[in-house]
């Protein structure tokens, strides 16, 4: 497969530009905020280290627990890229990246060799495939206008599903960069240790590590109607006090652990791997070629977004009042469109798996026009009556 065309690319390079977009804005309100006291709500004004999401106030009213919010992050919630873009680029996720990982994860079960390598491929490709089954509720989420009426259980369950299997992605791609390093760079010596047992071991620890990561999203409450509007939000706007002694922390680690560490594993092993390849002159170009699209996929698709948390945590609550929200709304989505690009990066790529692809689905046809055929034959026949009226 070769390189997304620029009309296929065009909502991603859109996202990413309006992304930009809202960085640059938010950095100018920082200053107004800093500056104007005259906001609605004086209690949002304080010291503490502030969350991704929309910092908000609790308000309760008839027992009911609410959040209130000040009316630019109340804009920012029916502002046309959160209802309209955003969705719309998890709708084209959905529809690509379903079943395109599921027919990769049949033919990997199915027709396969189960080597290492496809083992870890068969964890990617079911990672991948759990993140598109989750779309559908975040999907309708957006198009209802950030309203959330699916309860608190589901909210927390696809808040926690998301992040973790985008984040499993992330360390089931640098566990593939280490298994490509030990094939190429120590083909002799990793043999004793490289096989599949061994991968199936690892890719539980990963799977693992990746509930580890969500087990905090399960645990806090994620979704509280607004007082301003008859909306349910999930996960998009959390109480201030919350986030700066729990989410924060949170976060951090989360970026660390799950971004930053095997990012730079991958680097590693990737720039080895390349040096390796680079030798063995014009016959390994292709091979060059992949792994270098391998690793620049990741830097373009995960990196926005968890640098957007990092700059989001370099600034204190008084002067931050959820501005980087449609930014890291959209980097977020950005980061979701990889699991559409591994399938066809990964397996569809090679014309051995594209072959087997063919193979299966061309025996599933005959073999079903075959029991048509059967069964039409076992059939009594029709009556002189029968015929006639035909």
């Known amino acids: 497969m070769g390189l997304p065309s620029c009309s296929q690319s065009a909502p991603w390079m859109l996202l990413l530009c309006c992304s930009l977009e809202q960085l640059c804005v938010a950095s100018q309100d920082y200053d107004d905020y800093a500056v104007n006291s005259t906001d609605e709500h004086p209690g949002f004004l304080g010291d503490g280290l502030c969350p991704r999401a929309i910092p908000a106030e609790l308000v309760i009213q008839d027992n009911i627990t609410y959040l209130s919010l000040l009316k630019a992050p109340l804009a920012q919630l029916s502002s046309p890229i959160t209802v309209l873009l955003i969705p719309g680029l998890y709708t084209l996720v959905f529809l690509v990246g379903l079943p395109a990982n599921g027919l990769a994860l049949w033919v990997l079960a199915t027709r396969v060799e189960k080597l290492t390598s496809t083992v870890f491929l068969m964890n990617l490709a079911a990672a991948d495939l759990l993140l598109g089954l989750v779309l559908p509720l975040k999907i309708a989420y957006y198009f209802l206008g950030n309203h959330w009426p699916f309860g608190e259980g589901l909210c927390r369950f696809t808040t926690a599903a998301f992040y973790g299997n985008m984040y499993c992605s992330v360390l089931l791609l640098a566990c593939i960069s280490v298994d490509r390093y030990l094939a190429v760079v120590h083909p002799f010596s990793s043999r ?3 096989s599949p047992a061994f991968a199936a071991c690892t890719c539980t620890a990963v799977w693992g590590a990746a509930a580890a990561f969500t087990l905090p999203l399960m645990l806090l409450r994620q979704s509280y109607p607004l007082v301003e509007a008859n909306i349910n939000l999930c996960h998009d706007a959390l109480p201030r006090y919350e986030e700066t002694q729990y989410y ?14 095997p990012l730079g594993v991958m680097l590693l092993s990737s720039v080895a791997v390349l040096q390796v390849l680079l030798r063995g002159g014009q016959r390994y170009a292709n091979a060059v070629k992949l792994t270098a699209l391998v690793l620049l996929t990741v830097v373009v698709f995960y990196t926005p977004s968890n640098v957007l948390l990092l700059v989001h945590y370099s600034h204190s609550c008084h002067r931050l009042h959820g501005d980087l929200y449609v ?7 950005l980061s979701a469109c990889n699991s559409c690009l591994d399938p066809f990066i990964y397996y569809y790529v090679s014309e051995d798996f594209r072959a087997k ?18 069964s039409k034959e076992t059939l009594p026949p029709k009556s002189s009556r029968s015929q006639s009226l035909v």
């Open 192 to 194: 004793s240790f490289r």
């Open 248 to 261: 924060y922390h949170y976060f951090i680690c989360l970026i660390v652990v799950g971004f930053v560490g």
């Open 327 to 333: 930014a890291y709304m959209g980097s977020l989505a």
């Open 357 to 374: 692809v063919r193979g299966r689905l061309l025996r599933h046809r005959k073999h079903t026009i075959t029991s048509l055929k059967t």
